[in-house]
T-cell receptor
Framework: GQNIDQPTEMTATEGAIVQINCTYQ??????LFWYQQHAGEAPTFLSYNVLDGLEEKGRFSSFLSRSKGYSYLLLKELQMKDSASYLCAVLDSNYQLIWGAGTKLIIKP | GAVVSQHPSRVICKSGTSVKIECRSLDFQATTMFWYRQFPKQSLMLMATSNEGSKATYEQGVEKDKFLINHASLTLSTLTVTSAHPEDSSFYICSARDPAGGIYEQYFGPGTRLTVT
């Protein structure tokens, strides 16, 4: 079956760095997405990786290793507004998005 | 960027009534739209994939007669929750894929919070 694993919850301090991991086992792979979702709101797109390596976009970076079925989202210089759930999703061989359960990130001052 | 709207944002209805939720792609034509449901503190659950001009594809366990989906045009898909019950209370989110986009990114609407009393 298809499976995406990410931690349920993480806590970090304002100004620090946090890494949210995602491992996946899917039927085929056509890319991996990270979305941010604040409570009561719809998800917003953060990043897309289809090739191995690190993609940097401001304070957020996303890494992919296809051979390991692994990705991480790196958030630097954490701000209180970064408190949200972070969803990992993989596009499978049928171009269907398979969603992880999300990681709730709590930022403390 | 691509914008998806959803209406209404919140709706309260009585048990047994039907509720229609609209999802529109405002600046692109979406051949494929997706309907999700999200319960509190849980992740997105795909309910169905809506293709313009054809029947929707429902995920296992989703009752097609209860959740009616119509994708009559390239910019509009509707979800009708028929004979709603309190257990249907949830956050319903639609998304759309822009076929002209370089990646298979889904653009999400703002969501509709349904409360059935």
């Amino acid at each position: 079956g298809q499976n995406i694993d990410q931690p349920t919850e993480m806590t970090a301090t304002e100004g620090a760095i946090v890494q949210i991991n995602c491992t996946y086992q899917t039927s085929g792979f056509n890319g991996l997405f990270w979305y941010q979702q604040h409570a009561g709101e719809a998800p917003t797109f953060l990043s897309y990786n289809v090739l191995d390596g690190l993609e940097e976009k401001g304070r957020f970076s996303s890494f992919l290793s296809r051979s390991k079925g692994y990705s991480y989202l790196l958030l630097k210089e954490l701000q209180m507004k970064d408190s949200a759930s972070y969803l990992c999703a993989v596009l499978d061989s049928n171009y269907q998005l398979i969603w992880g359960a999300g990681t709730k990130l709590i930022i403390k001052p | 960027g691509a914008v998806v709207s959803q209406h209404p944002s919140r709706v309260i209805c009585k048990s047994g009534t039907s509720v229609k939720i609209e999802c529109r792609s405002l600046d692109f034509q979406a051949t494929t739209m997706f309907w999700y449901r999200q319960f509190p503190k849980q992740s997105l659950m795909l309910m169905a994939t809506s293709n313009e001009g054809s029947k929707a594809t429902y995920e296992q366990g989703v009752e097609k007669d209860k959740f009616l989906i119509n994708h009559a045009s390239l910019t509009l898909s509707t979800l009708t929750v028929t004979s709603a019950h309190p257990e249907d209370s949830s956050f319903y989110i639609c998304s759309a894929r822009d076929p002209a986009g370089g990646i298979y990114e889904q653009y999400f609407g703002p969501g509709t919070r349904l409360t059935v009393t």
